[in-house]
């Protein structure tokens, strides 16, 4: 940031020599701000006409504007009126600003808490300069608002985005017990009521910031009303009240409305991007019949029978996009769009656990071959059908690991078994 001091000299040279002696101050001006109101400027920096003031004084107040970050440039110049001093300043404003959050102010709705800002930082718009010492203005600010409210603690700002590219500063309370001592969902009469009472119990337990909460509460509470079928289901940003509050503890309440909507059915799904399957051969294989609840966590879970049926050819990689199409009539449509990707094939098999006399036995009954494609399910089939016979009366457990090579798209498996 830089300040420029520009000095026009009149007939009467009491500024001839930078100096200390105080003149009074006619009138201020200042040009060039397109974000800011003058007289929101002139309070920044303290100036009212009238008042006493020095050179030194002018040259402190432009170091001061400028070294806020708010402008690219401060100019000042200062030259006689008709009754003293009149003090013109040029601004520019600075374009390097992002949005500021606030964690967890719980004793303030934001718009208060604003307010209660602006009143002691004139120029406060809910931005801040990256640069600058603004941001710590208005951590100072803060401070004292707390203060004036008996609450302790210290106030930070965390710079959120990316390493060296900030998208936003959040200011948040450290050093002060925030407690979440009740939770309710007004509204949820639909939704499972155990898993309510856990989410609850979550958010009571967990230390409360603001955005943590708030993402939690939305995300949890979408996965309890997809899993029923209500899959337009609103819930509204959590309300605080404040139960209690002392110099270092605050206990506060949530209150999250929810609107439920309407119960959907599965009326079908459509598959896209499938080549390898036909779209009769994937539903056959989901499982999942139209008419029952459209539970998008259930449908999720049937999915997998779709997987094991493309890992039987060596899709290995298949990708599955889910987008509920939902008519008026209370019916949702599945629509499921597929990336196959390309098929694996097997490598080598390797057993381990048992000696290499009863290896060699196994080694010849096991038929998927190297360069075969990968058929995913034959080592399940494998150890029903054909272990069992080399180890008759014994009690064992077993455990496949597939070794996946990229890029060679080959997968190598180990069979662990335990014999007891």
Not at 65 to 78: A, H, Y
Not at 91 to 118: C, M, Q, Y
Not at 142 to 163: D, F, N, Y
Request: net charge neutral; hydrophobic share 40%.
């Amino acid at each position: 940031m830089r300040w420029l001091a520009l000095f026009l000299l009149f007939a009467c040279a009491a500024f001839a020599q930078p100096d200390t002696r105080h003149f009074p101050l006619e009138r201020v001006n200042v040009n060039g701000s397109q974000r800011y109101p003058e007289p929101a400027i002139i309070a920044a920096m303290g100036l009212r006409p009238g008042q006493q003031c020095s050179e030194a004084q002018l040259q402190q107040v432009s170091a001061k504007l400028g070294n806020t970050g708010l402008f690219d440039s401060v100019e000042f110049r200062f030259g006689w009126g008709t009754n003293g001093v009149v003090a013109t300043f040029n601004v520019h404003d600075s374009t390097a600003l992002v949005p500021i959050g606030f964690e967890n102010f719980v004793w303030f709705p934001r718009n208060s808490l604003a307010a209660a800002i602006k009143k002691k930082l004139p120029l406060f718009t809910g931005v801040v300069p990256l640069g600058g010492d603004y941001r710590d203005q208005i951590a100072k600010a803060l401070k004292q608002i707390l203060s004036e409210r008996k609450i302790k603690g210290s106030v930070i700002a965390v710079p959120q985005g990316t390493p060296g590219h900030p998208e936003a500063m959040v200011y948040r309370v450290d050093g002060h017990e925030i407690k979440v001592i009740d939770c309710v969902f007004p509204g949820a009469d639909h939704a499972n009521q155990l898993e309510l009472h856990e989410l609850a119990q979550y958010i009571e337990r967990i230390r409360y910031e603001k955005s943590q909460v708030d993402s939690t509460l939305t995300a949890r509470l979408k996965a309890i009303y997809d899993n029923e079928g209500y899959l337009t289901a609103k819930f509204a940003p959590p309300e605080v009240t404040i139960v209690s509050t002392s110099p270092d503890r605050t206990s506060i309440s949530l209150s999250t409305t929810v609107t439920e909507g309407r119960q959907f059915t599965l009326g079908g799904v459509d598959w896209t991007g499938n080549t390898v399957y036909s779209s009769g051969d994937l539903t056959a294989a989901l499982n999942f019949p139209a008419g029952q609840i459209a539970s998008t966590s259930k449908f999720q879970d049937a999915l997998a029978n779709v997987r094991r049926l493309y890992g039987k050819r060596g899709y290995l990689g298949v990708n599955m996009e889910i987008t509920p199409e939902l008519s008026p009539g209370g019916t949702a449509r599945f629509a499921v769009k597929i990336s196959e990707g390309s098929p694996y094939t097997f490598g080598k098999v390797t057993f381990t656990g048992i000696d290499d006399a009863d290896i060699a036995k196994l080694t010849p009954e096991w038929t998927m071959k190297s360069g075969d494609i990968y058929d995913a399910t034959y080592p399940q089939l494998f150890m029903a059908t054909q272990f069992g016979k080399y180890f008759p009366g014994q009690k064992w457990e077993w455990r496949n690991v597939e070794s996946v090579h990229e890029p060679a798209k080959t997968v190598d498996i180990t069979v662990e078994v335990h014999l007891q």
